[in-house]
């Protein structure tokens, strides 16, 4: 593609292939075709061109947008905008109506067309019937290279518009005032030869190219395109500055530069803090020095209170949970228990079972703490069963 639309500056300007117009639909729009597909030439004899199947007029399709950008193709009266530039004849190169969109169809290249309101009204008049487009093309081979634009007329003529054509670019080769306009629009010194203007023109297209992926486009994105995405990332880049404290010119380094030094001024300082991990293991820790702790203590104070008299060693078990649950209510038991006889110390009832009574112990048990004889035989025998 590159190659093509460099060619473009060394290609010739034809119009040719008239197409009958059928009046605009009522929004003022019509898809019209510009050249057919395949090999054609032009009325005068000029030819032959050719564009090619479809996937050679998509090529087409896509070298023409490029070439136009933003820009909308134009249709103007009778070549008019070709005219103007030839000496001595003139023009006023008013526009009929602009190509919006372009499709490469298996018959050719059609273009959806916004007629001007009275391009409209004279087509419908039947004031103007025909169109002729004009592309540029490689002189020795005849291949379509690109659509520049197509005129009304109603008298297609090869040569009048070949002869306009070349006063663009004359023999093939820009010279005068349009040479140096392009030179300088290149940044080239006046007197490049053509192999300087197309290795120009192709290093502008890769640089477009490498700016498109850089912005996170694909390759064939149009100029509006990639200035869209360039100016977001400049915008994004301004908001980095200021929050790193810095201009909003501030150049691209400056600001990673004081981006990482935020990052590492924001470092922990390990004098101060532990890792999770760590912290969560010596909470670990902790909880089983604690369950271990009052174990200990627990088993203590159950021992104590059986050698005190103060509870049944059959209830030493139920002992250890109250105490592991609540010491507090464990102790308050202990401390208001009657001290139990030498008999309720050595003929607990150990195995609860129905019907069998519960010893003076156990019942005083189940009178401090609230617990009904029947709950308290069924722990006993729970236990037994254990």
Not at 313 to 337: H, I, M, R
Not at 358 to 365: I, P
């Amino acid at each position: 593609m590159q190659k093509a639309l460099a060619a473009l500056l060394s290609a010739a300007l034809v119009a040719s292939h008239s197409t009958v117009l059928a009046p605009p639909d009522a929004d003022g729009e019509k898809w019209v075709q510009l050249v057919p597909a395949g090999t054609f030439s032009g009325r005068a004899g000029g030819g032959p061109w050719t564009t090619g199947d479809k996937a050679a007029m998509e090529t087409i399709v896509a070298n023409t947008r490029q070439y136009a950008g933003s820009t909308d193709l134009v249709i103007d009266y009778d070549h008019q905008a070709v005219f103007g530039a030839v000496p001595g004849v003139g023009g006023t190169a008013k526009a009929a109506g602009w190509i919006k969109e372009l499709q490469a169809r298996d018959d050719g290249i059609w273009g959806r067309v916004e007629w001007t309101a009275a391009a409209s009204a004279a087509i419908k008049a039947g004031e103007y019937r025909y169109l002729s487009p004009v592309f540029y093309h490689d002189k020795s081979t005849g291949r379509v290279l690109a659509i520049r634009m197509a005129g009304l007329t109603n008298t297609p003529n090869l040569d009048l518009v070949a002869v306009a054509a070349s006063a663009l670019l004359p023999n093939n080769n820009p010279t005068g005032d349009n040479m140096d306009k392009i030179l300088s629009a290149l940044g080239l010194a006046k007197g490049t030869n053509e192999d300087g203007v197309v290795a120009a023109i192709n290093a502008h297209l890769t640089s477009s190219t490498a700016i498109a992926k850089a912005a996170g486009l694909t390759e064939a994105a149009k100029g509006e395109e990639i200035l869209a995405a360039v100016n977001s990332l400049v915008t994004d880049r301004t908001k980095f500055a200021k929050a790193a404290g810095l201009a909003e010119t501030a150049k691209a380094d400056d600001i990673v530069t004081a981006v990482q030094s935020a990052f590492a001024g924001a470092k922990p300082d390990p004098t101060k803090f532990v890792p999770i991990e760590q912290v969560t293991a010596l909470q670990n820790d902790v909880k089983e020095m604690q369950k271990t702790l009052i174990g200990d203590k627990a088993e203590e104070a159950v021992n104590t209170a059986i050698k005190d008299g103060k509870l049944a060693p059959a209830l030493k078990d139920w002992g250890l949970d109250l105490y592991k649950t609540d010491p507090k209510k464990f102790e308050t038991f202990t401390g208001s228990a009657p001290v139990l006889t030498k008999t309720q110390l050595l003929t607990p009832n150990k195995t609860g079972a129905a019907g069998e009574a519960l010893t003076e112990a156990q019942l005083a048990v189940c009178s401090q703490l609230g617990i009904k004889p029947e709950d308290m035989k069924k722990t006993l025998a729970d236990q037994a069963k254990a």
